[in-house]
């Protein structure tokens, strides 16, 4: 058996598209790009420290030096200010980008060494460690190492020019600790920092990559349990899976076969919606991991049963072990082999009768040819049209023997779309179908003037009422008196009458009248023995019944009904 080919997985991300493996090393690319990122975060705040301490520094020098004038430094002092607080305001409305975090930082270092150095040049200070302070600062601040040894070398130039000028006879053993020391402190902290943040931007990004994956993985998770969802609701067959006796899924085929919402379905033991006749075996079934398809009833939410046809098959889900059950409803099945069942019995009553009723008029054709053939020039010719006669009449009723299995086998294959007709004008047809019988007998035939509008099919209804109004010719009296008429019945139906005034039919031939290819004894002497059974098949298939009502001695009522139409009789066409 061949499989299906599958189209390519339209909502799974391309090749090409796909994530990289979640442990892969982070570029060092997008390492530096978040290292300036983070550089260019802490400008902020440093920008707003530098204001602070520079208005501080301008009220120190205000303050600090009563006999002094110093106006160029505190001018310099406030005017950094400004500069770094518009720094701070800039940087909070826009985004600088990453690549000039390091070199903004480092011309606020600059400006820092520039005030330092212009302090220490004018009021001459006697503490120089302030430099020291700074390079150790810097070592927090720069995450950049070419930036850093930029600042450090700025730094370290101010502080070796500013300390040999002030104090011209201190020695490079006192000053060159100090300085070797803050340029270590600086480097060593510039470098664990830079490693610590390397390490948690590498992990950030791993996070995010396994975020990612799992976010993909999670869509497309997502995205194939849509798909299995659709794909079980599109079938029509009932779908259910359950586990240690509890329904876990279903789909809406399932759903609409037994009248339950989902929340029904959920949760509830399998065999609860199984007729309690079956479920020992069902059960057993279960028990015994059987996987072949087997017939059970179902039982709906209203408590109706109905035939369906169970497969299963055990699956497995991790480590839990599943059962998927394939549920199909096969009322129609076995109505189909109801339908088959009888229909080879009246078959095969169909054979046997339709054998004995054409063998009289076979027997007669064969009487009269013999009788043609032996006397054909002894025989005057009033005797051997009497033959002919005879030939003609069997002839006509194997005909209409043959008409009527050719109504029969349509009806069996029920080709026929029900449409509105005009009933007194199929009355009036096969009134004239039967102008012959009804002049020999001398019938005297009463039809209703008006027609309730009726669904039917006109070809069937007329061989319907030429039955009906047949039988009533043979056994409506001598001479027939016959009545034709239709009333309508609650419920939107119309009931069809054929009434006749002859001895009647008993009631236990009622009962079995219209069954298939079965007769009333009295009826039996001049039927065709399928004539009603197919009235009672034609009528069924147009929706409606039929019946008779009859008492001995007092006549007959053969009836039949039908949907009432939705339009008037006036308006509706002639079923030739």
Request: charged share 20%.
């Amino acid at each position: 058996m061949s499989h299906p080919q599958h189209e390519p997985d339209r909502g799974a991300p391309a090749a090409s598209e796909q994530l990289a493996p979640v442990d892969a090393e982070m570029p060092a690319e997008a390492l530096r790009e978040a290292l300036n990122r983070i550089a260019r975060d802490s400008l902020r705040p440093v920008a707003l420290m530098l204001s602070v301490l520079y208005l501080l520094e301008a009220g120190a020098l205000l303050t600090g030096h009563s006999g002094e004038a110093l106006p160029g430094l505190i001018a310099l002092a406030l005017a950094l200010s400004l500069v770094s607080l518009a720094l701070f305001v800039a940087l909070g409305r826009g985004a600088l980008p990453t690549g000039w975090a390091h070199a903004t930082g480092s011309a606020l270092a600059l400006l820092a060494i520039t005030v330092m150095t212009a302090r220490h040049l004018t009021t001459s200070p006697s503490y120089t460690l302030s430099y020291a302070l700074l390079l150790i600062t810097a070592g927090y601040l720069y995450l950049d190492t070419r930036w850093l040894t930029l600042a450090i070398a700025a730094a370290l130039g101010a502080w070796v020019g500013i300390t040999l000028r002030l104090y011209p006879d201190i020695s490079v053993d006192e000053l060159a600790p100090t300085v070797i020391t803050s340029v270590a402190i600086a480097l060593v902290v510039h470098f664990i920092r830079l490693r610590t943040l390397r390490r948690l931007e590498r992990a950030h990004f791993r996070e995010a990559r396994y975020r990612a994956a799992w976010q993909q993985a999670a869509g497309q998770a997502r995205l194939s349990e849509e798909r299995f969802r659709r794909l079980a609701d599109a079938s029509l067959e009932g779908v259910v899976l359950h586990s240690n006796d509890v329904i876990l899924d279903g789909n809406q085929a399932i759903l609409n076969m037994l009248g339950v919402t989902m929340d029904e379905l959920l949760g509830r033991h399998p065999l609860d919606f199984i007729a309690p006749s079956v479920r020992d075996s069902v059960r057993q079934r279960l028990a015994e991991g059987h996987e072949r398809a087997y017939e059970a009833v179902g039982l709906r939410r209203d408590g109706s049963e109905f035939p369906v046809e169970i497969s299963a098959r055990e699956i497995r889900v991790g480590d839990q072990r599943m059962r998927v059950a394939v549920v199909r409803d096969i009322t129609e099945r076995k109505q189909n082999e109801v339908e088959r069942e009888q229909l080879i019995a009246e078959l095969n009553a169909f054979a046997h009768t339709v054998a004995h009723d054409l063998k009289n008029p076979l027997s007669l054709l064969v009487a009269y040819a013999d009788l043609l053939y032996d006397d054909l020039e002894r025989q005057p010719l009033e005797r051997l049209r009497e033959y002919i006669s005879g030939l003609m009449d069997g002839a006509q009723k194997m005909e209409r023997i043959i008409d009527e299995l050719l109504l029969l086998a349509q009806t069996h294959q029920g080709a026929a779309t029900t449409m509105p007709v005009q009933m007194s004008s199929i009355v009036a047809e096969a009134c004239h179908v039967l102008r012959p019988a009804i002049e020999r007998t001398g019938a005297q035939i009463s039809i209703q003037a008006e027609w309730p509008p009726a669904l039917g099919y006109g070809p069937w209804l007329e061989h319907v009422w030429t039955n009906y109004l047949g039988n009533a010719l043979k056994y409506g009296g001598n001479p027939p008196r016959i009545e034709l008429g239709a009333d309508e019945q609650p419920g939107g139906i119309v009931r069809f009458w054929v009434r006749d005034h002859g001895q009647g039919i008993g009631a236990d031939q009622q009962a079995e009248i219209f069954e298939p290819f079965k007769r009333g004894q009295r009826i039996r002497r001049d039927g065709y023995g399928i004539g009603l059974s197919i009235v009672q098949r034609i009528v069924t298939r147009l929706g409606g019944q039929v019946g008779v009502e009859s008492t001995e001695g007092g006549g007959s009522t053969f009836y039949f009904t039908l949907p009432r139409a939705p339009m008037p009789e006036q308006s509706l066409p002639s079923p030739r």
